[in-house]
């Protein structure tokens, strides 16, 4: 019951591009068609998981440890560009098919903001190991949801009449806004969804 | 502080480590031509090449799937670096260009409805084909301009593409986006290749030029003065522009759409006024000519058909030898017609032009006198293509040589019925085909029989019924065999001797028997190629002539009754046919299939068109004051050009500005 509570809120509610804003480089980057947008998602899904699973006990078992938590930002990034380096290695070795899919989404998430935010918001929230997992999971999955859907949005604006001047990224930005808007209508969701629960 | 440095060199140092022997755990070898191949390549990922990307294409040239001219957008540059790391060669190709093939927009078309949704080709597509009454006509909603990678192309003030040719890299990607197949890539030699079919704009004039001359767009080169432009038009189909001035019937001006309303305008009046400007100017305005491919053919029979083919087969990178047996080239056209009609320096000036394309000629060399199939052979030729023409050429030569010589151990009919105990033609003891079609074969056959052939087997192209419906006197005799619904399907010889005929019947099944001797029913040498093998000194003949569209009916032989063209009685026709001659030939020469292009425009063909024009004003044209040779003056010229309607399939101007064309006077 926590989890799905905990999925309303990372997915929905707490949306990591729509309702923290991190991420927004790729949103706006790789968001011109619903397939690479689909590919991108899955990438992020893959590493925001596997991100949090090391910087986690990277946090608790060495920055803790050595009482140099103040290095937190710095050292995730570290781990987690050389994690990705590390993965991407493996797949090309090891499962070349899913390389091919995912393979040049890889580098471009290496540094990527939402993937560090979520690393860094499990450990301000004190979270459990299991559930920075899972919050990591249904971030990355509400990544997904959100860039797939501006995706598929932008996809129609190819045969749309867009006035000269809102051509491109304004009405790429203007969209976003609404969009973002429109998953404010989530807020409280898990409030009141926890609530039910518990009675 | 020190700590915290500590700290992280160390950190860095592990995750190099790790870095590190992962790198050499999962180290997967590439082969480094890939990297440098993609380096070569434009990176425009454009698709052009049919494969998902640069990077793929690369891959599958360093894999050896595709070849170093991979990238149709790159060009020969980027074609020559990606060879270059390969260590291949490749050949220089001739650039294609995008080519919108429709010319009114919908402002000045006639539309169906207004169209006004999503701005987008594809959805206009869907709502009854689009908005033009015209199936074929260019929806102008810019999906091209949207497609291309180059950015090459823009929606003009008139609705419709247009082309910058400077950044257009031919990579098709705007062909492949247009639900109405308009925008095709187009170079000279696609041009040349290619029939008109009824996917594209055609204006009558042009749908019944037999060389199939772009006829609107020269005169519209016309009128803007661009006269080298307008011959270069008129090249790409027929290379005796000139000769074609003087003496075509010119069957385009019986269709001219000005017929509706006065008359017709002087289309090879205008295309007589371009070629005597060249030859005035003395300067051959000679066409895009590729690298030689290396390969060599000889033709024998220096006529307008022989000719023409040549100058296609040239102008395709082939090395090409005429051989005419009198000491002239250019054929009929110098014996039979008139100094006045068509005067001799007219067809020296063309034929010259065409020789100074690289073509070889050797004139006074009659086929079985002087060379024949054997000497050809040893002579290193892959090839020989035969347009020798029928009895009317025979009778130029003042009936000299062998009546069999050109085809080894093959006679005309008529030849013979009129051999008058001619020895070489004596039949006895030997197995002869006749190629028939009427009783005149069958008299043959019975002469045959009666001079003592061991067999003779005639082969008719229709079927028993249809023989009974003629009237022919199929009655059994002894030693004569008649296959029906059948026709010759190919020739095989040695040296100089013919020894095997397959002939194939309506199902498609082909028998081949020996022979010595064949009878041909049609008054002319059909038009043959010949693949000559130099290890085994044998040769065979190509179904070239399928190229005509008759499918499989046809056979090797041009008979008449069948619809295929025999008798060349305009030399317009004759172009037409050497073009498409060269064509089979190219085609067969590079492996293909032999076979004519789908969906080209036939008889049958029901295409739209329009048969009434509103009523407007007439413009007669005042042909009275031609130059003692009949030819324009640039006035008149301008004039006729502007008579021109610029039809398309259904379109043609509206509106003319009346006054600036004629004088008051003229005007009735």
């Known amino acids: ?199 | 502080m020190l700590t915290a440095t500590i700290f992280l060199m160390s950190l860095g140092l592990v995750a190099a480590i790790i870095l590190v022997v992962a790198s050499r755990v999962f180290y997967v070898w590439e082969d480094p031509r890939i990297e440098q191949v993609s380096e070569a390549l434009l990176g425009a990922n454009c698709g052009g090449c049919g494969y998902a990307g640069c990077a793929a294409a690369a891959e599958a040239v360093v894999q050896k799937k595709a070849k170093p001219d991979v990238c149709v957008a790159g060009g020969f540059e980027i074609a020559k670096a990606v060879a270059e790391v390969m260590g291949m060669t490749v050949e220089e190709k001739e650039p294609e260009f995008s080519k919108p093939g429709c010319t009114y927009g919908y402002q000045d078309a006639d539309l169906k409805y207004e169209y006004d949704g999503f701005s987008d080709c594809r959805a206009a597509m869907m709502l009854y084909d689009g908005s033009k009454i015209c199936d074929i006509g260019c929806i102008g909603l810019g999906t091209c301009v949207r497609a291309c990678p180059f950015d090459a192309l823009l929606i003009g003030d008139n609705n419709l593409p247009v082309v910058d040719n400077d950044k257009c890299t031919g990579c098709g990607v705007c062909e492949e986006i247009c639900p109405k197949g308009i925008i095709t890539l187009s170079s000279a030699t696609i041009r040349l290749m290619s029939d008109q079919k009824i996917s594209e704009c055609t204006a009558p004039c042009q749908r019944h030029c037999p060389a199939e001359i772009d006829i609107p767009t020269y005169i519209q080169q016309i009128k803007k003065k661009d006269y080298e432009g307008a011959l270069r038009t008129i090249r790409e189909k027929n290379p005796f522009p000139l000769i074609c001035g003087w003496i075509c019937p010119s069957p385009c001006e019986l269709e001219c759409r000005r017929n509706l309303i006065d008359e017709p305008v002087s289309i090879n009046g205008l295309k007589k006024f371009v070629a005597e400007y060249e030859r005035k100017t003395g300067k051959y305005i000679l066409p895009y000519l590729p690298p030689d491919s290396g390969k060599k053919i000889s033709v024998i029979g220096g006529g307008i058909e022989g000719l023409t083919a040549s100058y296609f087969l040239r102008r395709l990178g082939y090395q090409v030898t005429i051989f005419e047996s009198t000491e002239i080239l250019g054929g009929i056209l110098r014996y039979v017609i008139s100094e006045e009609k068509l005067p001799g320096k007219a067809l020296d000036w063309e034929i010259e032009g065409i020789l100074s394309t690289g073509i070889e000629h050797k004139t006074g060399t009659v086929m079985g006198r002087d060379i024949s199939m054997k000497s050809i052979i040893q002579s290193g030729e892959e090839m020989v293509l035969v347009t020798a023409g029928g009895w009317d050429s025979r009778q130029i030569m003042n009936s000299s040589g062998n009546m069999d010589s050109i085809i080894p151990e093959t006679v005309l009919l008529m030849d013979f019925l009129n051999k008058n105990e001619n020895k070489s033609l004596t039949v006895k003891g030997k197995k002869v085909v006749i190629a028939g079609e009427g009783n005149s074969s069958l008299a043959a056959a019975d002469m045959c029989i009666a001079e003592g052939a061991s067999k003779v087997c005639l082969i008719f192209p229709f079927s028993r019924e249809e023989a009974v419906k003629r009237n022919l006197n199929i009655s059994i005799r002894d030693k004569l065999e008649i296959v029906f619904s059948s026709v010759v399907s190919g020739l095989t010889g040695i040296g100089d001797k013919l020894d095997k005929v397959s002939f194939r019947n309506e199902f498609g099944d082909v028998t081949e028997i020996d022979l010595d001797k064949l009878i041909l029913d049609s008054g002319r040498l059909p038009e043959m190629l010949f693949e000559l093998d130099q290890e085994t000194n044998r040769w065979k003949t190509i179904e070239i002539l399928k190229v005509f569209g008759n499918g499989n009916s046809g056979g090797i032989f041009a008979l008449k009754n069948i619809g295929r063209p025999t008798d060349l009685e305009r030399v317009v026709v004759a172009v037409g046919i050497g073009r498409k001659l060269a064509r089979g030939l190219y085609q067969y020469s590079r492996g293909e299939e032999i076979k004519p292009e789908d969906r080209i425009i036939t008889n049958e063909n029901e295409l739209q068109n329009i048969f009434r024009i509103p009523q407007r004003e007439k413009l007669i044209d005042h042909r009275g004051n031609y130059d003692p040779e009949g030819i324009f003056t640039e006035d008149m010229v301008k004039d006729q050009a502007e008579r021109c309607l610029s039809c398309g399939l259904i379109c043609y101007q509206h509106s003319i500005d009346l006054c600036k064309l004629v004088d008051q006077d003229s005007l009735i």
């Open chain 1, 1 to 199: 019951m926590e989890y799905l509570v905990l999925a309303v809120n990372a997915v929905l509610v707490k949306n990591i591009l729509l309702a923290q804003y991190l991420g927004n480089c790729p949103f706006m980057g790789v968001s011109k068609k619903t397939d690479t947008a689909a590919g991108m998602g899955m990438a992020v899904i893959f590493v925001m998981t596997f991100a949090t699973f090391i910087t986690w006990f990277v946090h608790y078992y060495i920055l803790v440890v050595f009482n140099i938590e103040y290095l937190q930002t710095i050292v995730f990034i570290l781990v987690i560009a050389a994690l990705v380096q590390l993965i991407e290695m493996f797949l090309k070795k090891s499962v070349p098919a899913l390389y091919r899919s995912l393979g040049i989404f890889l580098p471009l998430i290496t540094t990527n903001c939402a993937i560090l935010g979520v690393a860094v918001i499990v450990i301000s929230k004190d979270f459990s190991f299991m559930q920075s997992i899972m919050f990591a999971l249904f971030s990355g999955i509400g990544f997904a949801l959100a860039l797939i859907i501006f995706a598929g949005i932008r996809e129609r604006f190819e045969i749309s009449h867009i006035p000269d001047a809102f051509k491109d990224m304004a009405i790429a930005l203007v969209t976003a806004g609404i969009i973002a808007m429109s998953f404010y209508g989530f807020k409280g969701l898990d409030s009141s969804l926890k609530s039910i629960l518990i009675k």
